[in-house]
């Protein structure tokens, strides 16, 4: 209310700057300032005339609010009289005018109108689809020496609707964000993929985030599916993430003041998606810390580095097996480190014509326990390289290469699907994309897969597209 | 992870004790780095997140720009969405919630003047439209006035023990810049009435300022690149209306723009559209000097 006072009152004595200078003689000068002060004193006196009502209206409205049962009818009467009045009050600080000349104009940006549906989050949904050709049968297709999760498993043949994402964002209060991401697979099974809430608030450069989120580990794994640079996750995320870890906890992270980007990380989660399952420890079945840094190298390239490490107990982890009837069961830990490095290039820091980002992630994996209920302990490795330039405004090639090596097995496992039977599974990966624009995108993905004992060739159609507020993208 | 905690905290407890003595500002873009030095003079540290060279509507969320976003005091943005693309991520990821939106510390110099071409419908159909208007309000050297007037203010709610510094060093920027405004739209004034093509819709301040008259824009729509075929139609339009030049923001592909020049037999100019732009353009002032000098070029031709 005040601020309406002000914003009148500053109106007015802007009129009164303005105004003199068209007089010629202190005559007209006395007159005017004259009316003007009577424009003021009747301004002045509407606004506290509307300020009366509207308190009333206020008042009108708590009390009608407060009263029990039948009190709703009053209690919108009150309301929707305090809103006319909130509207005569706004009218009349902002009178209808001439515009005037730009450099003169006072305005902070008008206020949003008051309504019922105002805070609505902003609501951004992703759709995406695939034609794929496999030569060989997608779903027989495994990774050489690991029992992969149903996400790592290669997209259908023919058409399919690649996952549909649904997302809610907004603040919740000053001190809260919240953000709710559902997402629909191309069975129709709607998935809760991220729900957290997220400090906003805190001092020192900490951020609390808690609910169900996709783990800060690694590079690609924080991001959801549609922002990744290929239309499928690296074979290293395949195997041991299942191509993303996401799960229900608690993360803190905390960004250090210093010159460059140093921030680190630590989460703890319930452990019920893979590698994690059965929710061991009582619900706390995972834990994982991360570190992150960049900088700039020059004005055109700057680099992110993650070192970030993941240690989980699975409490009977299920995964299908294509040659037998039965699923397999793994119970036992898991730890895994990631090392990566991702380098940004785009000349004098434009990227708007040409620019080049390459990705390289080493994997380290240890797993112990009983697979099928038979022991084992092994190391694993995995690792990938990519590269993608943008070699004229909207057009990008990529490429990319990704291995695994899975460890020893002991006798008793031969013929599981933890044995390898001496393949290291490898894919070698060429994409071609077209941006329509920021919001949406067509590629075109051939990849030479030698997973498993035999080659496939897979060729991929994928479009991507975004709309609705969506939030910026990461680095 | 106690231990993680203690350590951060401790960190942090360090990193906080030598309290900055100025105010630290992250400018989003050169002009408004530019303008933050003239009002802040030395009681501000200015960092600039972008320059000339660079297309303010496609930054990275760089991480070295997280960190610069991490101690800062204030940010001193375009505003009306030209930033949208980036700017949330980084405020987000720097974890300092006295730059957050609507916080004292989120200054935006769009809020303090009347955009032109705000759009009565939205549609991502009509390309990359901003929902406020047109956010290029720099091109026209008037709109730093009301900007300066309401950064001085702003400057002076964050930092009050130098309130008064600010408003003198904004009263004695106001005298010099009107001052200066007068003489280049005097010196402007042969480009009155002008006809002129633009590679981007990025100039209708400066249109509006000196009175030239944009025949028509490279970019069928705005922020789409154009294809051979919409150049054609340009061409095509241009052999009815002919233009003197066609201008571009110093940062953008120059192929577009240097086709039609070729092909239409005019000059393209590159103009600096922010300080740094060009060599010349090295602060605010020379920012207009340089563009004004660089359009009267182009009628000679």
Redesign the interface.
């Known amino acids: 209310m005040k601020k309406l006072c002000l914003v009148a009152a500053l109106m007015a004595s802007a009129a009164a700057l303005v105004s003199p200078a068209y007089a010629d003689d202190a005559a007209d000068l006395a007159a005017i300032r004259k009316q003007l002060n009577q424009i003021d004193h009747e301004y002045r006196a509407k606004i506290e005339n509307l300020e009366t009502r509207l308190k009333k209206a206020e008042a009108d409205a708590k009390a009608a609010r407060t009263a029990a049962a039948n009190a709703s009818k009053s209690a919108v009467a009150a309301q929707s009289d305090a809103k006319a009045a909130q509207q005569q009050v706004a009218q009349v600080a902002a009178p209808p005018a001439e ?1 005037p000349p ?8 008008p206020t949003p109108p008051a309504s019922a549906n105002a805070f609505n989050p902003g609501i951004a949904a992703v759709l995406n689809g695939f034609y794929s050709a496999s030569s060989r049968k997608p779903d027989n297709q495994r990774i050489a020496g690991f029992a992969i999760g149903d996400d790592a498993k290669l997209i259908p043949n023919g058409f399919s609707l690649g996952e549909s994402e649904i997302s809610f964002a907004a603040n919740i209060d000053p001190e809260m964000a919240g953000f709710l991401d559902i997402s629909f697979d191309n069975e129709n099974h709607p998935d809760v993929e991220e729900a957290y809430v997220r400090s ?8 609390l985030k808690a609910g169900r989120f996709l783990s800060g580990i690694g590079y690609i794994n924080e991001r959801h599916a549609h922002d990744w640079s290929f239309s499928d996750a690296a074979l290293p995320y395949r195997a041991f993430l299942n191509t993303q870890y996401g799960d229900d906890g608690v993360q ?13 990380g ?1 989460e ?1 989660f319930r452990g019920d998606e893979y590698p994690a399952a059965g929710a061991a420890h009582g619900g706390q079945g995972t ?1 994982t ?1 991360f570190v ?5 190298i020059n ?1 055109s390239s ?3 580095a993650a070192a970030s490490y993941l240690h989980t107990r699975a409490a009977g982890l299920e995964t299908d097996n294509p040659l037998s009837p039965v699923d397999d069961t793994f119970t036992g830990d898991t730890d895994l480190g990631i090392a990566s490095l991702v380098y ?1 290039w ?1 000349p ?6 040409n620019n080049f980002t390459a990705v390289g992630e080493f994997f380290w994996d240890r797993q112990k326990g009983d697979f099928d209920l038979l022991p084992f302990r092994r190391n694993n490795t995995g690792w990938y390289v990519q590269g993608v330039y943008q070699f004229m ?2 057009w990008s090639l990529g490429l990319r290469y990704s291995q695994l090596d899975s460890g020893n097995i002991p006798l008793s496992l031969a013929g599981s699907a933890l044995d390898d039977f001496g393949h290291s599974a490898r894919a070698s990966t060429a994409l071609l994309e077209y941006d329509t ?3 949406g995108r067509l590629r075109l993905q051939y990849t030479y897969d030698q997973t498993d004992l035999k080659p496939n060739n897979e060729i991929l159609f994928q479009y991507t597209v975004i ?1 609705g507020p969506h ?5 | ?1 106690r231990k ?2 203690i350590g ?2 401790l ?3 360090l ?2 004790t030598p309290a900055y003595a100025n105010l630290s500002v992250f400018a989003c873009e050169p002009e408004w780095g530019a303008l933050s030095t003239e009002i802040g003079g030395d009681k501000v540290d200015v960092y600039t997140a ?2 000339g ?3 303010p509507h ?7 720009l ?2 610069k976003a ?2 800062a005091d204030v940010t001193v943005c375009d505003g009306a969405e030209l930033e ?6 980084i405020i ?6 006295k730059i ?1 939106p609507g916080q004292p510390g989120s200054f935006e110099a769009t ?4 955009l032109l071409e705000q759009p009565t419908s939205l549609d ?1 159909a009509q ?2 439209i901003h929902a ?1 208007g047109n956010p290029h309000i720099q091109t ?1 050297p ?2 730093m ?2 900007v300066a007037k309401a950064l001085a203010a702003r400057f002076a709610q964050l930092d009050g023990a130098n309130a008064a510094y600010y408003q003198s060093r904004e009263a004695d920027f106001e005298k010099r810049w009107t001052a200066a405004v007068a003489k280049w739209t005097a010196e402007a004034a042969p480009l009155k009435g002008t006809a002129i093509a633009v590679q981007h819709h990025a100039w209708i301040y400066m249109e ?1 300022w000196l009175g030239l008259h944009e025949v028509v824009p490279l970019e069928p729509k705005p ?3 154009p294809s051979s075929g919409y150049l054609a139609e340009v061409l095509q339009k241009l052999q009815a209306q002919p233009v003197k030049f066609v201008i571009r923001a110093a ?3 120059d192929r577009p723009s240097e086709f039609i020049a070729s092909k239409a037999n005019i000059p393209a100019i590159a103009l600096p559209f922010t300080v740094g732009g060009t060599d010349n353009a090295k602060d605010l002032f020379s920012l207009y000097e340089d563009t004004i000098h660089l359009m009267l070029g182009g009628l000679k031709k």
């Open positions: 515009p730009i450099d003169s104009l006072p305005a902070e940006a906003t608030d805190l001092p020192w450069g900490f951020t803190l992270r905390w960004l250090a003041p210093t010159d460059i980007f140093l921030e680190f630590a703890w834990v810390a992150h840094a960049g900088d700039d004005e700057s680099w992110l940004k785009a004098g820091g434009n990227p708007t014509v405004p909207q624009s920021e919001f709309y939030g910026a993208h990461r680095y | 992870m993680l905690l951060a905290a960190l942090a407890g990193a906080a972008t320059t060279q660079q297309d496609q930054i990275q969320a760089r991480p070295s997280i960190a991490r101690g949208i693309g980036w700017l949330p991520m987000q990821q720097s974890n300092n919630s957050a809020r303090y003047v009347h991502r390309g990359d406020a026209d008037r709109m006035l009301p509006n922020g789409v690149p940062y953008e592909d």
